[in-house]
């Protein structure tokens, strides 16, 4: 049976050719960066390109780009990181309802250790409004921390204004961007941004590497202590293959992001407007225009998204009911009730996140699966006969 992969913003394949980047830096040309020897300065110099790789990318300089194990880490450690070095400054930190967990969970640490967190409320799509955040920073913030996009429902946050209110008021501001990075322009600048997360294997790289921009001058303490390797701002040896797949994986989405970000965007264009017209009592979540070129969240309503799922699964289709992360609990999504919708609603919600394996005729096939499944899931339910 085809498999139809429609799930990216959970993961995406590793490249072919990033793979073959990274190959020879397991066995091959395995030396320590920090050593001095020949195989060792080999290892180091291409640490050295990928950074450079990055940096391009996201309109950084060299030396602001950490390698990390992936977003869950770049988010720690920006969050713990100037938490722990603005101790005196200040304890409040400023974020939103719709973040990752990856920021939730390490805020929600904080509180308990003596911060005071701020989870900005949001609009029906998700949006954060730069006059909230202003609203909410005292005299004892010391970060602000809003996604860029959102990982559920798409959503791009106003981070380039929101960056202009922190910057006013010299706030350090984190962007956690591992949504947008190699699918979308991002530079560090243009954001106004003093830190930004980003993963590689949301962008056809390898699972476990990542980095984190740090602008020059951001007050900020390592996350991991230990060796003096990424200038004594984050200990352990270099995941050598790994960050050269993160660099290989960068360059390869910068050579046609823009044509690939119009092919997605026509894409679920497609699958928007059949969903919406085909099958009944949908809706469709997050913002209409400002949203991510593949992303696609509905909610179905009188059905339970996890038993789509598994259907979906029977007919050789990959999709998700939010995050990855979530998807496991009972709980409806933390990001679905921000933006309103009620528990027996954001049950019955899917979110398709297209990529580069997919096409027009998969969208086809996506959508007939679908609708009979939602036909046959319905029939079967009172709550839908009632009406
Ligand atoms: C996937 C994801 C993360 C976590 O990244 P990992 O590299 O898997 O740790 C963090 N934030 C967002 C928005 C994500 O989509």
Redesign the pocket.
């Known amino acids: 049976m085809k498999y139809i992969y429609m799930d990216h913003?959970a993961t995406t394949p590793t490249n072919p050719d990033v793979l073959k980047a990274m190959l020879p830096f397991f066995s091959e040309k395995y030396g320590n960066p920090s050593s001095l020897y020949s195989i060792g300065q080999e290892s180091r110099t291409v640490i050295e390109e990928a950074r450079g790789k990055v940096a391009k990318f996201i309109g950084a300089k060299h030396d602001e780009i950490v390698f990390t194990s992936?977003?869950?880490?770049s988010?720690n450690f920006a969050l713990m990181g100037v938490a722990w070095a603005n101790q005196k400054k200040g304890n409040h930190i400023v974020t939103s309802s719709i973040e990752?967990h990856?920021i939730i969970n390490p805020c929600k640490f904080l509180e308990k250790r003596g911060f005071k967190v701020t989870y900005l409320p949001v609009d029906k799509y998700g949006i954060v409004d730069p006059d909230d955040v202003k609203k909410a920073i005292t005299d004892k913030t010391i970060l602000i921390s809003i996604?860029h996009a959102n990982?559920e429902i798409g959503t791009i946050e106003p981070i380039a204004e929101i960056g202009k209110v922190a910057r006013e008021k010299e706030i350090i501001f984190h962007t956690?961007a591992?949504?947008t990075v190699g699918h979308i322009p991002v530079n560090v600048d243009e954001l106004n941004v003093d830190l930004l997360?980003l993963?590689a294997?949301?962008f056809y790289g390898p699972k476990g590497a990542?980095a984190l921009y740090i602008r020059k001058g951001t007050k900020i303490v390592p996350y991991l202590y230990g060796g003096d390797q990424e200038k004594r701002r984050r200990a352990s040896t270099e995941n050598v293959p790994g960050i050269v797949g993160l660099g290989k994986a960068i360059e390869l989405a910068m050579q046609d992001m823009e044509e690939e970000c119009k092919r997605l965007a026509s894409l679920r264009n497609m699958l928007i407007e059949k969903i919406l017209s085909e099958v009944d009592e949908v809706i469709l979540n997050g913002h209409p225009t400002q949203r991510l070129p593949n992303n696609a969240n509905f909610s179905f309503k009188y059905i339970e998204g996890e038993s789509l799922i598994l259907s979906l699964d029977m007919e050789g289709i990959a999709c998700s009911t939010g995050s990855a992360c979530t998807s496991s609990s009972l709980e409806p999504s933390h990001v679905l009730r921000a933006i309103g919708l009620p528990h027996e609603i954001a049950h019955g919600s899917l979110r398709f996140t297209l990529g580069r394996s997919n096409n027009e005729e998969q969208i086809d096939y996506v959508v007939e699966k679908l609708k009979k499944i939602v036909n046959k899931f319905r029939s079967m339910s009172p709550l839908y006969e009632k009406k």
């Not at 992936?70 to 880490?73: F, I, L, M, R």
């Open positions: 913003a992936g977003g869950t880490e988010n990752h990856a996604m990982n956690d591992v949504q997360s993963s294997h949301k990542g």
